[in-house]
């Protein structure tokens, strides 16, 4: 057990899906797992192990911000063993060609800070997904006819943003979506050695304004939940 963690050694399988909301890990464990088992509940941060297609998998929420998600994925990697690690969350567009539950596979992550920030100090690193994940992902999305997109996102600590310059600035250098957690995810799995990316469903829009509603969403989600298992076992 870890502080934040309360699994036994050998309880964590080495490739975890990691969703913001440890609800929706709860959900996806039981729409995608079998015999799957709650292995974490400390602070209501629910995690569970179970297989997919004969592969061993934990779905683990990591809370909403880059701080939080810090802490599960350092932990998860440093003292479980974990290899993979693929969020999968929500996101909202920032280019008018992309459409609400479209798919975004984040290639590289911009962001004004992050708890890594610290470790690199001066040094303006580059956040980037594992290409391997990144490749199969696009290649089952593509292979499905999903509506799918991979580039630049950007990576924010501020949900109530008021930086309306700076969202228009990012739009026009092509960053496809804003989200809250992967450019720490990716930062920490390099730290580590280990492979990470970014699977996100289009939940709202900030050029046209549309938006789902919440069992919309949780409707919508389950086609990056089945990308990133096949991303990592197929």
């Known amino acids: 057990m870890t502080i934040h963690i309360g699994a036994e050694p050998g309880e964590i399988a080495e490739t975890v899906l990691m ?4 609800l929706r890990a709860k959900w996806a464990a039981e729409q995608f797992l079998q015999d799957a088992v ?6 209501g941060m629910l995690g569970y192990t179970g297989t997919w297609r004969g592969h061993r998998v934990t779905i683990h929420g990591s809370g ?18 974990a290899r993979t690690l693929i969020r999968v969350g929500s996101a909202g567009a920032m280019q008018p060609d992309l459409a609400i539950r479209d798919i975004v596979l984040a290639q590289s992550c911009t962001t004004l800070t992050s708890p890594s920030r610290g470790v690199f100090r001066e040094l303006n690193f ?18 499905k006819g999903i509506r799918v997109h ?3 996102i950007y990576s924010s600590d501020v949900f109530y943003d008021e930086r309306p310059d700076l969202n228009e600035i990012m739009t026009r250098h092509g960053v496809l979506c804003v989200e809250m957690e992967a450019a720490e995810l990716y930062a920490v ?11 996100l469903t289009i939940s709202d829009h900030l050029l046209t304004h549309e938006a789902l509603h919440a069992a919309a969403r949780e409707q919508s989600f389950g086609t990056m939940i089945e990308l990133a298992l096949e991303a990592a076992f197929i």
Do not use: W
């Open 150 to 152: 991979v580039g630049n």
């Open 19 to 22: 969703p913001g909301d440890p």
């Open 189 to 199: 799995a390099a730290r580590h050695g280990a492979r990470a990316l970014a699977v």
């Open 38 to 43: 709650c292995v974490n509940q400390v602070r």
């Open 126 to 143: 580059a956040p980037c997904a594992d290409f391997n994940l990144l490749a199969a992902a696009h290649k089952a999305a593509t292979g």
């Open 64 to 81: 909403m911000g880059m701080a939080s998600l810090s802490i599960y994925a350092n932990e998860l990697i440093r003292d479980y063993g």
